[in-house]
């Protein structure tokens, strides 16, 4: 019997941005998962398979328009958002106005739970929160187009902080 194998030659991996979205009290979990590679790594620069383009402090700003501009800025040239939730992320507006933008803008979007890494203070995890993609939909309006909503004081409405129409996501059917 001969068995046939097709050739494999394996490059480096391409190295792609990424915006990290999060809530900020779960600063201490998230840079476990942001500085991944950097620490005790001998080919942490080499290995490291993203550039982190999310924002990393937090900015005095004139209301909440230059914040959507900052978060704007800081999505545009990333592929991807990857909001790493921990037990408030869902309820946090920035977080869903990051999850609408990649909506917005194409990109993709990823949800991960960081609730296993024990946190700094109490060395346990927190209670697993909600995934702010539950919280956040797409629905058709009475002029037929596509639009942002979420979810609110028990129920679904219009997203407010992005009225404009919007076109469906290719990783929706």
Partial sequence: M????????FSAPTKRRVF???????IMRV????????????DAQANR?????????????????????????????????CVLIGTATWSRRWVRYEVARSVIDGRGLLAVH??????????????VGPNPLDAMGI????????????W????????????QSITKPAYIG
Wanted: hydrophobic fraction near 30%; aromatic fraction near 14%; charge should be negative.
């Fill in 114 to 127: 960081l609730n296993n890494i024990n946190h700094h203070q109490t060395r346990r995890p927190h209670p």
């Fill in 49 to 81: 398979s993203f550039y982190d383009s999310s924002l990393w402090e937090a900015r005095q700003l004139e209301g909440p328009e230059a914040l959507k501009r900052l978060i704007r800025e800081g999505v545009a040239y990333t592929p991807a958002v």
């Fill in 31 to 42: 840079n476990n998962v942001r500085n991944v590679w950097k620490i005790d790594h001998p």
């Fill in 152 to 163: 609110s004081n028990g129920q679904w409405q219009w997203y407010a902080d992005y009225t």
């Fill in 2 to 9: 001969t068995l046939y194998s097709p050739q494999r030659s």
């Fill in 139 to 150: 629905a058709v309006k009475t002029d037929g187009q596509l639009y942002l909503c979420e």
């Fill in 20 to 26: 990290f979205s999060f809530h900020f009290d779960d």
